[in-house]
């Protein structure tokens, strides 16, 4: 199904690992002591907005969910009081199966993650759990965003075409599109409430999983791209 590209680019949350709950309730956690209300409105922002920064939410939070909240040190202790919640849950939450399967089957791509999430984070979560060598193009996240990463990485070379990007949020196709990249949907994980609508309209290539992309070449996924239905 990927025969023919040079750079796999994967988002984490969603794709790789079965963290986007954890990220959900890490989120509501921290803003829990603004109150139940505001701790609910940051819940429905980071899944309306999935795949942007926990640095952009937070800061949006503090200047328009909790107002007159902002105070000297209150981003950074947010932040803090996040990663504390989410770390453990990223080292228990499941790996997509297949991972070396697929890796096996292309060998000679470069592998590549560009996350919404902590870059200290996940590579240090991505060293702990052995997959770090899966990963040779190198595993990328915030505080820079993924149009940031995108530009830099095509930009000295890192990023060979055709690429393709996997994720499963509305702004990894956007960030796909932006930068010339194909794009899959990888569905069962993804927090996207209206992703049927959204994908069809689109005419978006989508499958449940990463190891969906091991099917045989006659398998056809649920919709195509104009851009994916070259290759599979």
């Known amino acids: 199904m990927l025969e023919g590209f040079l750079t796999l680019v994967f988002d984490c949350d969603g794709v790789v690992l079965d963290s986007n709950k954890v990220k959900t309730e890490a989120f509501r956690r921290a803003a829990l002591p603004y109150g139940e209300d505001a701790a609910q409105a940051i819940v429905e922002h980071h899944v309306a907005n999935g795949g942007i920064s926990r640095y952009r939410k937070f800061e949006y939070f503090l200047d328009n969910l909790a107002p007159g909240a902002r105070r000297d040190g209150e981003l950074d202790q947010l932040l803090a009081s996040y990663a504390s919640y989410v770390r453990e849950g990223l080292m228990t939450c499941d790996i997509a199966s297949d991972l070396y399967a697929l890796r096996t089957a292309w ?3 470069t592998w590549m993650i560009v996350s919404g999430g902590d870059q200290s984070e996940l590579r240090e979560v991505f060293a702990a759990r052995g997959l770090t060598s899966l990963f040779n193009g190198g595993i990328f996240g915030s505080p820079d965003s993924k149009d940031d990463i995108l530009a830099r990485e095509i930009g000295r070379g890192a990023i060979a075409q055709p690429a393709m990007f996997l994720g499963d949020s509305k702004y990894d196709h956007e960030v796909a599109l932006r930068f010339g990249l194909d794009f899959i949907f990888i569905s069962n994980w993804s927090e996207v409430s209206d992703a049927p609508t959204w994908l069809e309209e689109h005419k978006i290539t989508s499958l449940p999983s990463l190891k969906d992309l ?9 919709a195509g791209s104009s851009a994916s239905e070259r290759t599979l």
């Open 107 to 109: 060998p000679q791509s």
């Open 214 to 222: 091991l099917c045989p070449a006659d398998c056809t996924p649920k």
